[in-house]
T-cell receptor, first 113, second 116 residues
């Protein structure tokens, strides 16, 4: 079955440093979504990428979708304490349309003030 | 008021007991999902439903069953709970607009289930 892996599993950064999480799928994706889960909270949608090579920005967050549509990354510039949480990618498989998402294992980000 | 609600929020039960987790939504979405979250494993899909008459197994459906009583309600049952079903359970909904290929999912607050 489809697998979506994320690295690293954990990341501790000093406030102000940059952070990147990487997502890799074993199969070609039709689209990829990113979610953020604050400690004790539930996943909240951040963004969806659909096109090969697509890059989208949300303030300090930059999302990329690979040319082969099998990998993606989320980069946060100059982290702040509000960025704390677990970041999940989630991919829809091409031949299944948009029936369901397969979530990555997540990257847990902690910030050292 | 929250768009996706789950009850109960916390539950402790014993091995062998039957447990039902309930999910309700006011978003008017057709698609509903049940996930479980375990540390280091992310979110894994248990069951999903695209409308009231549609039920589909996810990647880890063994030991679980679901019921879609109405568009707004989707229940998850553990017929005979076992300790390795201890986890955080999330319900989610999506609009499922196939034309736009856009299916952002909206999650409930979660139910923390402990099976002793």
């Amino acid at each position: 079955g489809q697998q979506v892996m994320q690295i690293p599993q954990y990341q501790h950064v000093q406030e102000g440093e940059d952070f990147t999480t990487y997502c890799n799928s074993s199969t070609t994706l039709s689209n990829i979504q990113w979610y953020k889960q604050r400690p004790g909270g539930h996943p909240v949608f951040l963004i969806q990428l659909v096109k090969s090579g697509e890059v989208k920005k949300q303030k300090r967050l930059t999302f990329q979708f690979g040319e082969a549509k099998k990998n993606s990354s989320l980069h946060i510039t100059a982290t702040q304490t509000t960025d704390v949480g677990t970041y999940f990618c989630a991919g829809s498989r091409l031949d299944f349309g948009n029936e369901k998402l397969t979530f990555g294992t997540g990257t847990r980000l902690t910030i050292i003030p | 008021d929250a768009d996706v609600t789950q009850t109960p929020r916390n539950r402790i039960t014993k091995t062998g007991k039957r447990i039902m987790l309930e999910c309700s939504q006011t978003k008017g979405h057709d698609r509903m999902y049940w996930y479980r979250q375990d540390p280091g494993l992310g979110l894994r899909l248990i069951y999903y439903s695209f409308d009231v008459k549609d039920i589909n197994k996810g990647e880890i459906s063994d030991g679980y069953s679901v019921s879609r009583q109405a568009q707004a309600k989707f229940s998850l049952s553990l017929e005979s709970a076992i300790p390795n079903q201890t986890a955080l359970y999330f319900c989610a909904t999506s609009d499922g607009d196939l034309i736009s290929s856009y299916n952002e999912q909206f999650f409930g607050p979660g139910t923390r289930l402990t099976v002793l």
